[in-house]
């Protein structure tokens, strides 16, 4: 079957039809399944979806979200896909990166972005979780430690999102960002986040099976110390000196002062992410052999999130202030590639477009569908989709 991936503002569309009783969400329904397409959605409508203040308004999006049904999601189709550690898309597309270094056939990349199959029950399972405040919770903490970071960057001098070199982030901390109130804030996100996993319990929802008490522990400690690490030493190096500590560069070094931030932590993450993927897939891995080859994965090897992130900087080169729902929109992107249909809002198009003209050389293009701008009514999404529907 062929995916169709919406923007989250399109879920919405569907939610307020089926609130005001139209017909256009069956209509949408329909023409899913008769034309052999199925629904995907990946991590970020779910994170998205829990920002909701209102339970109704969750409700009705499941409700939705159930007359679509079957979905397709990014969620590990087994124990074995959750052990090794391909717990993502970002996962898998590493995996596939790590077996075309090594000159194996890779699977297709159609097949490693969506494997879990949602039927009607496990989408209402899914809304029911959701309606418990601790677990909604888990999914803020990310929201609120990057709308911490957009504060510290928008009060970088010159100011604004385009500031995107190391060589720009403050050497303390800035007005209005005190050190004790972000520590505070980190501390109590994650106990609330962690109380939530530990509460979590697994006999009451199919789909969150594999949060096992025994696991929690683990998840509370690498959360303290990614959180604690970072802050603290934003407090005891300044933004510029913990970044630089963080990514393990030197801040004293003026050709790594003049990179991009967000180029030296995406690579950096990138590393990190290859080094624990290879210790889950092969735990007796010899270490200097995994840190050879996680130097030879680079960004580009990655086509989600190599497009995620340059399209993140599109964003920030052509607008006056980081946003933390900027990271939604380019988080959707990384599953660009692993569909057929993608819809997205006229301005993330835009920007998508942008970076294939500042990056022809990608060799992931020709594979790569376009995102297919819509105007934000439903009738213009379902127009939108019978016409390229029909092109396929």
Same mark, same amino acid.
Not at 10 to 30: I, M, P
Not at 264 to 275: D, G, P
């Given at each position: 079957?062929?995916?169709?991936?919406?923007?989250? #503002?399109?879920?919405?569309?569907?939610?307020?039809?089926?609130?005001?009783?139209?017909?256009? #969400?069956?209509?949408?329904?329909?023409?899913?399944?008769?034309?052999?397409?199925?629904?995907?959605?990946?991590?970020?409508?779910?994170?998205?979806?829990?920002?909701?203040?209102?339970?109704?308004?969750?409700?009705?999006?499941?409700?939705?979200?159930?007359?679509?049904? *079957?979905?397709?999601?990014?969620?590990?189709?087994?124990?074995?896909?959750?052990?090794?550690?391909?717990?993502?898309?970002?996962?898998?597309?590493?995996?596939?990166?790590?077996?075309?270094?090594?000159?194996?056939?890779?699977?297709?990349?159609?097949?490693?972005?969506?494997? +879990?199959?949602?039927?009607?029950?496990?989408?209402?399972?899914?809304?029911?979780?959701?309606?418990?405040?601790?677990? +909604?919770?888990?999914?803020?903490?990310?929201?609120?430690?990057?709308?911490?970071?957009?504060?510290?960057?928008?009060?970088?001098?010159?100011?604004?999102?385009?500031?995107?070199?190391?060589?720009?982030?403050?050497?303390?901390?800035?007005?209005?960002?005190?050190?004790?109130?972000?520590?505070?804030?980190?501390?109590?996100?994650?106990?609330?986040?962690?109380?939530?996993?530990?509460?979590?319990?697994?006999?009451?929802?199919?789909?969150?099976?594999?949060?096992? *008490?025994?696991?929690?522990?683990?998840?509370?400690?690498?959360?303290?110390?990614?959180?604690?690490?970072?802050?603290?030493?934003?407090?005891?190096?300044? *933004?510029?000196?913990?970044?630089?500590?963080?990514?393990?560069?030197?801040?004293?070094?003026?050709?790594?002062?003049?990179?991009?931030?967000?180029?030296?932590?995406?690579r950096s993450a990138l590393k990190e992410h290859v080094l624990r993927l290879l210790a889950q897939l092969c735990p007796t891995v010899d270490t200097t052999f995994a840190h050879w080859l996680a130097g030879q994965i680079q960004?580009?090897?990655?086509?989600?999130?190599?497009?995620?992130?340059?399209?993140?900087?599109?964003?920030?080169?052509?607008?006056?202030?980081?946003?933390?729902?900027?990271?939604?929109?380019?988080?959707?992107?990384?599953?660009?590639?692993?569909?057929?249909?993608?819809?997205?809002?006229?301005?993330?198009?835009?920007?998508?477009?942008?970076?294939?003209? +500042?990056?022809?050389?990608?060799?992931?293009? *020709?594979?790569?569908?376009?995102?297919?701008?819509?105007?934000?009514?439903?009738?213009?999404?379902?127009?939108?989709?019978?016409?390229?529907?029909?092109?396929?």
């Amino acid at each position: 079957m062929r995916l169709v991936y919406l923007d989250s #503002s399109h879920l919405v569309l569907l939610e307020k039809a089926l609130k005001a009783g139209a017909s256009d #969400s069956e209509r949408f329904a329909q023409r899913l399944r008769t034309g052999d397409f199925i629904l995907a959605l990946g991590f970020p409508h779910f994170a998205e979806m829990a920002r909701s203040e209102f339970a109704e308004s969750r409700g009705l999006r499941f409700e939705a979200l159930k007359r679509l049904a *079957p979905i397709r999601c990014d969620l590990p189709m087994n124990e074995a896909m959750l052990k090794a550690g391909l717990v993502n898309v970002q996962a898998r597309e590493i995996f596939v990166a790590i077996l075309r270094n090594g000159n194996r056939e890779p699977p297709a990349l159609s097949d490693l972005g969506f494997p +879990r199959i949602l039927d009607e029950r496990d989408v209402e399972e899914l809304g029911q979780t959701f309606e418990r405040d601790d677990l +909604r919770q888990a999914f803020l903490t990310v929201e609120a430690v990057v709308s911490t970071w957009c504060r510290i960057v928008n009060q970088s001098p010159p100011g604004g999102a385009a500031v995107t070199k190391l060589r720009d982030l403050p050497g303390t901390l800035p007005a209005g960002v005190g050190a004790e109130d972000v520590l505070q804030n980190i501390d109590g996100l994650t106990d609330r986040s962690l109380r939530a996993l530990n509460e979590a319990d697994p006999e009451q929802n199919e789909l969150f099976e594999r949060i096992a *008490p025994g696991e929690s522990e683990t998840i509370r400690q690498e959360a303290r110390a990614g959180l604690d690490e970072l802050f603290r030493e934003m407090v005891a190096l300044g *933004p510029r000196g913990a970044m630089a500590e963080k990514l393990r560069v030197d801040a004293s070094d003026k050709a790594v002062l003049r990179q991009s931030v967000e180029e030296l932590q995406a690579r950096s993450a990138l590393k990190e992410h290859v080094l624990r993927l290879l210790a889950q897939l092969c735990p007796t891995v010899d270490t200097t052999f995994a840190h050879w080859l996680a130097g030879q994965i680079q960004l580009e090897d990655c086509p989600g999130r190599w497009l995620s992130f340059q399209v993140g900087q599109e964003i920030r080169r052509a607008e006056s202030s980081a946003k933390a729902g900027n990271e939604y929109d380019v988080w959707h992107l990384t599953y660009l590639p692993y569909v057929d249909l993608f819809f997205a809002d006229k301005r993330i198009a835009r920007y998508t477009e942008q970076v294939r003209q +500042r990056h022809p050389e990608f060799r992931f293009w *020709p594979q790569l569908s376009r995102p297919i701008a819509v105007e934000q009514s439903l009738d213009a999404l379902i127009s939108a989709f019978e016409r390229e529907s029909d092109t396929l």
